[in-house]
């Protein structure tokens, strides 16, 4: 641990002292927080990569030299403005989990069953007739089917959306949809339902780019976001401040700005927002119409009152803009130019456009403050990797969001309501290694050793079946084997069996969910660096580290992965293979 935490630490003094051999060496030191427009004169490929970086998720050269090719307005205009570019966008193939008897769905095992007793059926399962061993024991099943087939079917959903970020010719459009999901962050491991992530997903993206307002409201009366956040909970009678609270401190002002007296006035102000499952609510019985004082407006307030009265204050530009500013630009905002994007965003009636075209368009975001300054998230860190290999098709060996995952960033799965921290937080003495290694999988596949993920039984369950193939009864299958006493009293009423439907809730969820099609990454790195010219270790080493780092390699490793590759082969794919993994372990790849 101690020499883990050492190279930690110099890793993190390596990437500082990268930044700052970067600050100096560059010409546009005197850039720093200018936000006037880039001159057509200082556009060069450099500038277009790291355009490419930040608004996007990187590109091959030649993604770069289509951008290079234009001014710096024309090439702002083509990302920002994408609505223009054709896109046809491949829908989400559900597997068809879900049943109309499952909405809605139980908040616990312990619901289900209730509901069972009282009902004689739940979540569309009957119960057995009277008289019958383990009578709950369909309902209990179906419980677990539902959670099993819902967390596979979320992760077919990160495939899918990472594929759309992968291969889109807009990748403003999902890198935004990518911050959004961040900001206003929810998870499904709360809302338990993938039919509301994947509406929640496609909202994010059809409001990415528009304005606030529009955004705010599509947010607050999203279901996935009503029940992450427990409104269905914040009635007249009993107001509860989960949606007040975080609307206000997460979503548009940050802390500081308001007063507890607010957040109690916010949250009356939402009761009776709710969900009938998939679809917007607003519950009259539950709404509290009378008199609210809220950040000193007076009246009946209502829900899209608070939302105004919020867009009113100035404070409410300057932290979107500069929370947009540190996602794009670099961590550290300056008061003055938060101050000035927020009075500009706030003027154009909360545009998001314009926003982002005055900060690609700016001198501060190519200056030497901004530049390989950014520690790459795991999902930008991975599909940058992929788009510079020219990949047109997601690979799932290794397992998409088992890497990034493994790096703390899983599609649908923020950790908490404040989403990624991001910065370097995304590097930690549990993720260091991993970043380090993240690509060998990449580029040296072992289909014959790869286990999905989507198909696995955690092993306590996997030995029920095991048990149960044995000629073993439910009740001695599913003792877990330890003696323990307690433990092995599953269920004494027999009513059900818990580890039992535990146990038929994966094999049902692997039965009715579509596989995820597994296969490698598909490139060849012969032919990259033939097409490229690179005939000469020094041209091979150098095509790579320009194609993947967004900074110059170290002369010293330079100069031993040159001497690496004279000792091999220029036209061994395997070889070449190794190459690039020596560069892409490099601390330069961490950062853009």
Known sequence: MVRRVRFLLGLLAIVTALAAATRAAAPAAEWTDDLSPIAPADWNAARAAHLLERAGFGGTPQD?????????????????????????????????????????FPASRAEAVRIGRERGEALGAKVLPEGSQRRLQPVVDKFFYGLRANSIETQRLGVWWATRMLTTPRPLEEKLTLFWHGHFATGD?????YRMMLRQNAMLRARASGRLRDLLVGILEDPAMLVYLDN???????????????????FTMGVGHYTERDVRE?????????????????????????????????????????????LAQPVTGEFIAGKIYRYFVRDEVSPAVRTELGRGFRASGYQMKPLLKRVFLSKDFYSSGSVATQIKSPVVLVLSTYRKLGLQDLPTIPDFGNLTGSLGQRLF???????????????????????GNLFRDVLQPNPAGFRAPDRQMPGIYARVGENLTKGMNITEATKDGTGDAESNQVDRDEDYNTRYASYRGYIMAFERTKPIPRHAADFSLTALTAAAGATTPEAVVDHLAARFLSVPLATKDRDAFIAYARSKPLTSEPALRELLYLVLSTPEYQVN
Do not use: C
């Open 64 to 104: 770069v030299a289509k951008l290079a090719a234009m001014t710096p307005q024309r090439a702002v205009d083509w990302l920002v403005d994408y609505e223009r570019v054709e896109h046809r966008a491949v829908p989400f193939d559900e597997s068809g989990v879900w049943d109309p008897g499952m909405d809605p």
């Open 189 to 193: 491991a709360k809302v338990r339902d």
């Open 232 to 250: 269905g909970e914040n009635v007249k009678a009993h107001p509860n401040e989960n949606f007040g609270r975080e609307l206000l401190e997460l």
């Open 266 to 310: 916010a949250a009356r102000a939402f009761t009776g927002w709710t969900n009938d499952v998939l679809a917007f609510k607003f519950d009259t019985a539950q709404h509290d119409f009378g008199a609210k004082t809220f950040l000193g407006t007076t009246g009946p307030l209502n829900g899209t009152d608070v939302i105004d009265t919020i």
């Open 413 to 435: 799965d923020p950790p908490n309501v404040a989403g990624w921290a991001g910065g370097r937080t995304w590097i930690t003495p549990a993720t260091l290694l991993q970043r």
